[in-house]
């Protein structure tokens, strides 16, 4: 089956200790995105690739990257996590716009702790 | 700008009663508008989108929202709930940037469900 894939499902990392989440898929979406999700909070945008184009949050934190090597490969880079980094982080997919791709496919998330 | 309300943060329903969830929008355009579902510590999953057409949507699990312009509204509803419909709910609004579509979540349903 198509899917989104996250590895890993749950990360723990040091305070300040960079650490790199990665996103796969095998939908052939043009677009792939970064959600960060705070406990009891709805997802919230950080940024998004279109094709090779990259697309960040005006209010999304110096300290996230993002690096997209080819269609199916996505990661996210936190260079110097803060412990109110600890959050689930969700990639997604979808198709440009232009083709219709309005709906995005979620992967499982990765659980990130930050101690 | 794009915003969505779920009013209600907490539901509790009874196996087998009807469920409505609620949902409010502000966009100006035609909204393309979602719902989604995510169980404990899990991704997202679509339930069912509205784009255009006719206003009642079916999804999957034998959920159905209705869209009503007039109202700003897209509640989703589901005739006998099950105890697996236990969950998160979520209301999204697609709005497009920079080649792709960014989501806008409510802050969600929480949904239980006693047997």
């Known amino acids: 089956d198509a899917m989104v894939i996250q590895n890993p499902r749950y990360q723990v990392t040091q305070f300040g200790k960079p650490v790199t989440l990665s996103c796969s898929q095998t939908l052939n979406h043009n677009v792939m995105y970064w959600y960060q999700q705070k406990s009891s909070q709805a997802p919230k945008l950080l940024f998004h690739?279109?094709?090779?184009?990259?697309?960040n949050e005006a209010d999304t934190p110096d300290n996230f990257q993002s690096r997209r090597p080819n269609t199916s490969f996505c990661f996210l880079d936190i260079r110097s996590p803060g412990l109110g980094d600890a959050a689930m982080y969700l990639c997604?997919?979808?198709?440009?716009?232009?083709?219709?791709?309005?709906?995005?496919?979620f992967g499982p998330g990765t659980r990130l702790t930050v101690t | 700008a794009q915003s969505v309300t779920q009013p209600d943060i907490h539901i509790t329903v009874s196996e087998g009663a009807s469920l409505e969830l609620r949902c409010n929008y502000s966009y100006g355009a035609t909204p393309y508008l979602f719902w989604y579902v995510q169980s404990p510590g899990q991704g997202l999953q679509l339930l069912l989108k509205y784009f255009s057409g006719d206003t009642l949507v079916q999804g999957i699990k034998g959920f159905e929202a209705e869209f009503k312009r007039s109202q700003s509204s897209f509640n989703l509803r589901k005739p006998s709930v099950h105890w697996s419909d236990a969950a998160e709910y979520f209301c999204a609004v697609a709005t497009l940037t920079g080649g792709g579509n960014k989501l806008t979540f409510g802050t969600g349903t929480q949904l239980k469900v006693e047997l």
């Open positions: 997604a997919t979808s198709r440009a716009p232009g083709a219709g791709g309005y709906e995005q496919y």
């Open positions: 690739y279109y094709d090779k184009d990259f697309n």
